[in-house]
């Protein structure tokens, strides 16, 4: 739907593009339409009316109210992208919004596992189906780097547990295909023996009810294994992305497949890693990251 307090036409038109061509997340639309909602309500002008100086005038607003720069920075994102679409449009001749600079945000490193810590949360086996989810939910986060909005849309059928590979819908609704290493296959192998419905448009991981998880559900469930295995509730999907990020960068040292392997489309966004072809980035993955190595054949072994 589009935003029913949004009155302005044009906005109203830029949030359904969003929605429907963008396939934009309601989390996002609901972030786009608070951010445009206040700008329309700061300027003092009719939003196509706006000049280079209007926009100027409503960052400076926003700092005087105290808004941090990160805040200040997602705001102009969003008046910023309303402008490229009126433009694309031929609704005005120029962005207003294109010349005016935002603070700078001083980056913080993400907070990483150490690979001891990674070691503890997958020791000990999975004896509940729960268990079990859980089990290859963590695999999926950690040896795949998948999103948690990436990994609640999964399918049954987005794994080829055969081929070792899962279809995941990034931002932008982007597709990539995400290695899955040995230990990732059998966790998801064991799950799916608990699985109620194994029908290809399936959700993979479910709840009460046997309905798709949530989101939500996903971040409890992480804190409570965080708690148990590792003394503190500290576990989040975004640590475990981090995590799977900075092991396989010190391992392979090959920046440009860990943007592959994460579907970061800058790798300016990769490059915050760097302080801690297709078979060419299945082959870094399987020879560097610490889920990918499989142990040497037990049937070997026992001759």
């Known amino acids: 739907m589009a935003t029913p307090d949004i009155t302005v036409p044009e906005v109203a038109q830029f949030l359904d593009h969003l929605r429907v061509e963008r396939r934009y997340s309601t989390h996002t639309l609901t972030g786009y339409t608070r951010e445009l909602k206040r700008f329309i309500e700061l300027i003092d002008v009719a939003p196509l009316d706006c000049r280079p100086h209007h926009v100027t005038a409503f960052v400076a607003k926003l700092r005087h109210a105290g808004l941090s720069a990160k805040s200040i920075q997602r705001a102009l994102s969003a008046v910023r992208s309303f402008y490229q679409y009126c433009q694309r449009r031929g609704l005005i001749a120029a962005n207003p919004a294109s010349v005016t600079k935002a603070p700078k945000v001083k980056r913080r490193l993400p907070t990483v596992l150490d690979t001891d810590q990674a070691a503890q949360l997958f020791s000990g086996d999975a004896e509940t189906p729960i268990e079990t989810r859980d089990r290859a939910m963590l695999e999926l986060f950690y040896g795949a780097g998948i999103r948690l909005a990436e990994l609640v849309q999964l399918n049954v059928g987005s794994v080829d547990l055969n081929s070792g590979f899962a279809t995941v819908t990034g931002k932008g609704n982007k597709i990539r295909q995400a290695p899955l290493g040995r230990y990732c296959v059998s966790a998801v192998e064991a799950w799916l023996q608990h699985h109620a419905h194994r029908h290809p448009e399936s959700p993979l991981f479910t709840g009460r009810g046997n309905r798709r998880i949530s ?28 995590s799977f990020a900075t092991h396989m960068l010190e391992s392979s040292g090959d920046l440009r497949a860990v943007q592959e392997l994460l579907g970061h489309s800058d790798i300016a966004t990769t490059q915050i890693y760097t302080h801690l072809d297709f078979q060419h980035l299945a082959g870094v993955y399987d020879s560097a990251h610490p889920r990918a190595h499989a142990k040497k054949d037990e049937d070997h072994e026992s001759h």
């Not at 469930?221 to 992305?241: F, Q, T, V, W, Y």
Request: charged share 30%.
């Open 215 to 242: 989101a939500r559900t996903v971040q409890q469930r992480l804190k409570k294994i965080a708690e148990r295995k590792l003394g503190n509730d500290s576990l989040h999907p975004h640590m475990l992305r981090h």
